[in-house]
């Protein structure tokens, strides 16, 4: 269900989205809103505001329940009860029609999976590790994406792009919790040659 209005200069949107999600004998119901605000301020310049949440289903291979063994003492296996995570996100976005784009962004997570390794001894004293995912981790980062793009020529486009965040994850343990923390970024620049004039043909070049 949405709802979608547009002004001179603004636009508004709402939306809402029901997920019936079972598994065994469980079942949950989960209602996910979005909400988006853009302006206009000058012709030519867009800003929009945006907050949406999500789920993220787990894969196949967390789910499945069986053994595979690294060593006589060392196996991992699948959880068949674990839960959808939780994705909230917030994005200030900014473009123009000269190529200039950014995105500054806030996401968390909440229920996220996570492999956890626990140790157990057996009788002869022998430790035994086992690596099982669980629904216990959280996540938060905020970044800021920039990208330019520039046509040089009728059949060569530039792009620059780059991007800066600090992650912060936490695991939680029955008797403590882990953090892991730090800054990242990441910057790329590419070339995309267009081989014939119907750009169907691309070549495209990375670094």
């Known amino acids: 269900m949405s709802l979608h209005r547009d002004w001179d200069h603004f636009g508004f949107k709402a939306a809402l989205r029901y997920e019936h999600i079972s598994w065994d004998e469980d079942a949950r119901d989960y209602w996910l809103p979005s909400l988006s ?19 993220i289903r787990p894969n196949f291979y967390d789910l499945n329940p069986f053994r595979v063994y690294k060593s006589i003492w060392e196996y991992s296996e699948g959880n068949p009860l674990l839960k959808p995570a939780r994705m909230s996100d917030i994005e200030l976005n900014y ?20 492999r956890t390794t626990s140790y157990s001894a057996n009788n002869r004293n022998e430790y035994l590790a086992e690596t099982m995912p669980q629904n216990n981790g959280r996540i938060n980062q905020t970044g ?64």
Request: with cysteine.
């Open 95 to 114: 473009y123009n029609h000269k190529g200039l784009y950014a995105s500054a962004y806030h996401h968390h997570g909440s229920n996220m999976v996570i």
């Open 37 to 55: 605000l853009s302006v206009k301020p000058h012709e030519g310049h867009h800003l929009s505001l945006s907050w949406g949440t999500s789920t």
């Open 144 to 207: 800021l994406y920039l990208r330019y793009q520039r046509q040089m020529s009728e059949s060569l486009l530039a792009t620059v792009e780059g991007v800066g965040y600090y992650h912060e994850a936490t695991a939680q343990y029955d008797t403590e919790d882990c953090h892991l923390y730090g800054w990242g970024s990441r910057i790329s620049v590419s070339a995309d040659w267009y081989l014939n004039a119907q750009h169907t043909l691309l070549l495209n070049a990375r670094y």
